[in-house]
């Protein structure tokens, strides 16, 4: 269980930009702007509730809930890494290709479009569902990121996208990646890196019982990755970290790109949504997030 206090979340964005003042990246105007916010979040404490409380949510039941409006516009994750994995995919020759943990199918339809013979997994039914009628050409299957339903040596190409911070350990998971791969194929892996660092914030949804329930969202160093993967014989052949995007949020504290209003603050008694805090620091967020990755994009080749 974890707990999530509105005000922790906004003195901690305030405390990462004051380090960095102190390291030199403001003026002292800015930090003196900075310590009176802190001061009126202090006074307003009470109007911002007391946060509350969330258990932890399988990968299935958090996505299950998630897969109708997984797809919407203005999700920036998104914007900025899809575009990067489809230029990869884009080098890559035809042949069979496995969506490993491939949600709505975002990137198994790219590869059918280029021409691949489309494999997917994933652990939520409401996912499938929702890959199956965007590729109805691909075969999609229930399975895990551990013990994926394809024989050895059953693929050329692997995709995996902005799963693997919920897996608690890398290890089995390119494990499995290296079975199914033949010699000489391409596995490509993106992954969410931490809002603040290594701070990755967990996603905060309803689960199955109708109360807020929340998926793990690890950030890892590089390190980590290629730990997993060199052993098996995979090779690096690209690695990018985008940046997010600058401001990272509005005058009205949501993303410049996303649609719509800010959303309200949750009822007390349950954890924040983060973007509902966003306009009452917009300076102080998109200073603590300037400069920051947004994720990691991998392209490994196994040895023959």
């Known amino acids: 269980m974890i707990h999530q206090h509105p005000l922790a979340y906004l003195v901690g964005l305030e405390g990462v930009v004051l380090l960095r ?67 990869l995919l884009d080098e890559l020759p035809a042949g069979v290709a496995l969506d490993a943990a491939c949600g709505t199918g975002r ?30 050409s691909g075969r999609f299957e229930s399975g895990d990121l551990a013990s994926l339903p394809v024989p050895d040596d059953g693929v050329d190409l692997v995709v995996c ?23 000489g194929g391409q596995l490509v892996v993106s992954d969410a890196r931490g809002r603040l660092g290594d701070v990755g914030l967990p996603i905060v949804v309803p689960g199955p019982d109708g109360r807020m329930g929340y998926l793990p969202n690890r950030s890892r160093p590089a390190g980590e990755y290629l730990a997993a993967a060199l052993p098996l014989g995979f090779e690096v052949r690209h690695c990018v970290e985008p940046l997010r995007p600058s401001p990272f949020v509005g005058p009205d504290g949501v993303p410049p790109s996303a649609p719509g209003a800010t959303p309200p603050l949750r009822p007390s008694g349950t954890p924040p949504n983060i973007w509902s805090l966003h306009p009452l620091i917009p300076d102080a967020a998109n200073a603590a997030y300037e400069g920051s990755p947004m994720a990691i994009v991998w392209r490994f080749q196994l040895t023959s």
């Open 21 to 87: 003042a102190f390291a030199g990246r403001h003026d002292e105007e800015f930090v003196a702007a900075r310590l009176a916010e802190i001061r009126s979040l202090l006074d307003r404490a009470d109007e911002l509730g007391a946060g509350g409380s969330a258990t932890e949510l399988t990968s299935a039941e958090a996505y299950g809930w998630w897969a109708g409006g997984y797809d919407e516009p203005g999700n920036q994750l998104i914007d900025i890494e899809g575009p990067i994995v489809r230029s």
């Open 107 to 136: 990137h198994a339809e790219y590869l059918a479009g280029l021409g691949h013979s489309v494999v997917g997994v994933d652990s939520s039914p409401e996912m499938l569902a929702v890959a199956r009628a965007k590729v109805p």
């Open 161 to 183: 996208a902005l799963a693997l911070s919920h897996v608690a350990d890398l290890a089995p998971v390119f494990a499995e990646f290296a079975r199914v791969l033949r010699p």
